[in-house]
């Protein structure tokens, strides 16, 4: 395509100085100029190409007159450019006193000096330099106003002064001319220094502004959430929070979580059970189904009955053979809530498996085992080594194995697993 163009280009001027060759031929003009006794007879064409060459010459002394005098100035920008370059790859190798040194200096060039003076600030804020980064903000300031106040609310939430974040971005906030980074800092400050109200008010224009990535946005849109409904001073309050939800964020297994404990904390069983139970049936969840295990004793019996049932879908799911272990150990229900924590134990040893076991031999009696397992529960916790418990000569070895299961794809062809 800009081959078509350069030959159009080159056409049009060809056509252009054709026309104007037979034009200045036809009548090539007379200019005559005389000044204290000197004259000069041109044609018009030839003035005009006298002049172009006067010019070029007076512009060609000029460069070279200028010449050594901005060849400082050059020698500064390309240094400046240089020190810029191996500051930044400085500040993403980590190696941040040289990132500060290098950036410091790459500031000194008007035109590089208030990105160089935000990465500076970066840098010195990672080391723990937090006087040194404000101080470059301030330098900042006069170059990137707005950028620079961002920086620094970022850098007081890293000292431990969330509030004086949210009250720097406050005023930019109230009217609305926050940038999608002022945004979202305003929103961890406010996380961090409790106030909800304001965090979950600067969710809304930084989703509208589409600047982060889905992820990135649900992560901090969860925390904030979770935080505003662990928050809830009682019953009401939580479900009138919850209903005002919009239906996206109700089904979100880490919002759902919180909601379904803070519920059964104010002794709201029934409607924490209903909204675990209808997520389960949209979507498999283990976080969910440790939920379900954790809601009281109300109705254990049935709810164990409807977990036990999920173990045809789910036979090998960790999360499930711990909730039905623990629920068997509230009904004391000794030898099926041995089976289930043998099963997850050989499937997905954690401290919380080891802790359930603890509390099953405890119940039976066999303070030693029970001492061993939560032992054994301390060890885990800390990645050392456990001490694996003796085999029960009364229950023999559990099938610990896991159990395949059929798929099937839409057509009912047999998928094969990875």
């Known amino acids: ?123 010195a804020s990672r080391r723990g330099e937090h006087a040194r980064a404000l101080e470059a903000l301030d330098h900042a300031s006069q170059s990137a106003p707005q950028a620079a106040r961002v920086l620094r609310a970022r850098v007081l939430r890293r000292e431990g002064k969330p509030g004086e974040a949210v009250a720097l971005l406050a005023p930019e906030s109230d009217s609305g001319s926050l940038s999608p980074g002022g945004w979202r800092e305003l929103a961890l400050s406010a996380l961090a220094s409790g106030d909800l109200r304001r965090a979950r008010q600067a969710l809304e224009p930084l989703q509208k502004s589409a600047a982060f990535g889905t992820r990135a946005y649900n992560a901090l849109e969860s925390k904030v959430l979770v935080a505003t409904l662990n928050a809830s001073p009682d019953g009401a309050v939580l479900n009138t929070l919850w209903s005002q939800l919009p239906k996206a964020q109700r089904r979100v297994p880490v919002i759902i979580d919180a909601y379904a404990r803070r519920a059964a904390g104010f002794g709201l069983i029934l409607p924490a059970m209903d909204e675990v139970e209808s997520a389960l049936r949209r979507e498999w969840s283990p976080l969910l ?30 999360s499930l053979l711990l909730t039905l272990g623990r629920m068997c150990l509230r009904l004391k229900l000794w030898s099926k809530a041995q089976t289930y924590l043998q099963r997850v134990l050989a499937l997905a040893p954690s401290a919380s498996v080891w802790e359930a076991l603890g509390d099953l031999h405890a119940g039976q009696g066999n303070d030693a085992l029970a001492s061993r397992c939560y032992r054994n529960a301390l060890a885990s916790a800390r990645g050392e080594a456990i001490e694996p418990l003796p085999l029960n000569p009364q229950t023999g070895s559990v099938d610990t194995r896991p159990i395949t299961i059929e798929e099937r794809s839409e057509l009912g062809v047999p998928r094969l697993r990875e």
């Open 1 to 123: 395509m800009k081959l078509w163009r350069w030959i159009l280009l080159l056409l049009v001027i060809a056509a252009l100085v054709a026309f104007g060759w037979h034009w200045a031929a036809n009548d090539p003009g007379y200019v005559y100029v005389q000044i204290h006794g000197w004259y000069a007879e041109r044609t018009v064409v030839t003035a005009v190409l006298t002049l172009l060459l006067f010019w070029a010459v007076l512009s060609g002394l000029w460069w070279l007159i200028r010449w050594p005098f901005g060849a400082f100035s050059r020698r500064h920008r390309r240094v400046s450019r240089q020190r810029m370059s191996d500051g930044l790859i400085a500040l993403a190798e980590g190696r941040h006193g040289d990132a500060e040194r290098d950036l410091n200096r790459a500031s000194r060039l008007d035109s590089f000096r208030g990105a160089a003076l935000l990465a500076s600030a970066e840098a």
């Open 289 to 318: 189904i440790e939920t379900y295990g954790t809601l009281g004793n109300n109705d254990i019996d049935a709810r164990l009955r409807r977990a036990e049932g999920w173990l045809d879908a789910h036979p090998n799911d960790a």
